[in-house]
């Protein structure tokens, strides 16, 4: 019990501290797992507060990824060649058996998890996070909450701990794809702050004749520099995102209205032919718009 009261303590000044300034933690907490049977998507190794950290010389890595993020003061931090300094707000993700070294300056506090899982490559793949890479001018509570909302699940000691912890560790990821700032280069957070009005007006003109100069118009920027803007946030251009978005109201048609004709969807959300609508369907979802259809109807 005594052990429980101390993490709840420990959680709750990690937001003190980060809120107001000053606080300690009590004692340095780590937590590790055997995962040699673990077949989850994604399991979290260890996960821990350090309240000094020590220098630390892995010359051929660690075997998981690892996140290494300061919570108070700063350390010199070296991969691939460079040094960095590794100072509040700062954080490192590194790929498994990356070499690696940090050094101790003075004070310094830090959080940190490692993590694998049978689905770790083509997760990290899909949120474009699987390289090695320092995190700058980073939102230091919500990622160290995170981290200690991790260790809190782990105390309370729940027969479904590691099943939490999976979906801790897809939450922080989650926020490192949209909030992780890569060597003081925006966030996707900043980029999709700035495409938005193009997305809002889209949602309401979906169906209307547009073409890339009509958005890059609405913009008021130029037409390179709107699919920039795009490839940055959605990873596509922006005429690929509005079919994207014409089959999306699509589907929301078919499942709302299933007597319509197929001709006449096509017609409102943008299609000139039904022939193209339908082909253009399969192509991003696998399956017809009537497949679909027919996978609504109650039997």
Known sequence: MGTMILLYYVADECTSFLKGGGL?????????????????PLFVESVGFNPQEQDFIRPEGY????????????????????????SEGRGILLKPYTPHSYFVKGKWSTVYVTFGGASVVNILDSLKLNFSTLYTDMDQELFIKIIMEMIKIIEEGSEFSKLELSNSLYTFLINLRKYGKINNQPSLSHFFDKIRPIVEWLETVYAEDIGLQDMADHLNVSSQYLNRLFQDTFSVSPYSFLIQLRIRKAKEILVRNPEIPLKNIAFLVGFNDVSNFVATYKKLEGITPKKYRNLLVKK
């Open 24 to 40: 300690m933690y009590l004692k340095k907490l780590r937590h590790t797992f055997v995962t040699v049977e673990d077949v989850l």
């Open 63 to 86: 075997p998981y990824y690892h996140w290494l993020q300061t919570v108070e003061g700063q350390g010199r931090f070296v991969f691939n060649g460079q040094e960095y300094i590794l």
